[in-house]
Structures are given as C-alpha cells and as structure tokens.
C-alpha cells in the first residue's frame, strides 16, 4: 500500500506561482498512475492534472490547461504540480491521488490512495 503526503501549498498573490509535490512511501511510484485533484471553498472536489506511469501522457483540466503543469520523478517517489499564472479561483485544498493501473484517470472514483492535501491560496 503507498501513502502519500503534499507539500508546497501556502499563499501568493494573483500572477504568482507554487510548486506542490506529492512524495510516495511504502511502494514504488512508478507503480502508480497519478492525478491531482482540488477542493475549493464550499465546492467539489474537482479534476486538476493527471499523468501516466512512466510521465509520457500527461492530461489537464480545462481551467489550468497552459498554467499548471504536472511531472514526475519516479527515482524520487515524487510527482510535482507547477502552477504558475494563479488566480483566485485557483485557491483550494490540493491532494495527490494514487491508483494501479495504466494510463492516466481524470475521476475521483478512480483513485485508492490520498494524500492527506495542501492549501493553495491565491490573493487578488
């Protein structure tokens, strides 16, 4: 069973940037398919990024699409969610999710492992 822990999360003002990361323990990353995920202020958990296995297909929500971008560092256990060009809107709790499988999984549902999420808060 992997666990997962968040970090990264804190306070910026509009057009700044974060970098979060998602580190793994207890098994390989590189078993796992990755997403990231946020919960803002009253709403939904809602789909962020995703990427495969290997780090060759990576997916994004239609809101952070050209800002964010999501990597991977198998040989570090970590996986990482750069977002830069932040707005308001962006300010969430973010959690890191693991699943075994291929490919990449945009639905909560989906996921078996969470990390316990970081808060992002973007100032205007």
């Known amino acids: 069973q992997v666990q997962l822990v968040e970090s990264g999360g804190g306070y910026v003002q509009t057009g700044g940037s974060l970098g979060l990361a998602c580190f793994a323990s207890g098994r390989a990353l590189s078993e796992y398919p990755i997403g990231w995920f946020r919960r803002p202020p009253g709403k939904k958990r809602e789909f962020v990024s995703a990427?495969?296995?290997?780090?060759?297909?990576?997916v994004y929500a239609g809101s952070v699409k050209g800002r964010f971008t999501i990597s991977r560092d198998n040989a570090k256990n970590t996986v990482y969610l750069q977002m830069n060009s932040l707005k308001p809107e962006d300010t969430a709790v973010y959690y890191c999710?693991?699943?075994?499988?291929?490919?990449?999984?945009?639905?909560?549902?989906?996921?078996?492992?969470w990390g316990q999420g970081t808060q992002v808060t973007v100032s205007s």
């Open positions: 990427i495969s296995k290997s780090g060759m297909t990576t």
């Open positions: 999710a693991a699943r075994s499988g291929t490919g990449y999984y945009i639905n909560s549902n989906d996921y078996d492992y």
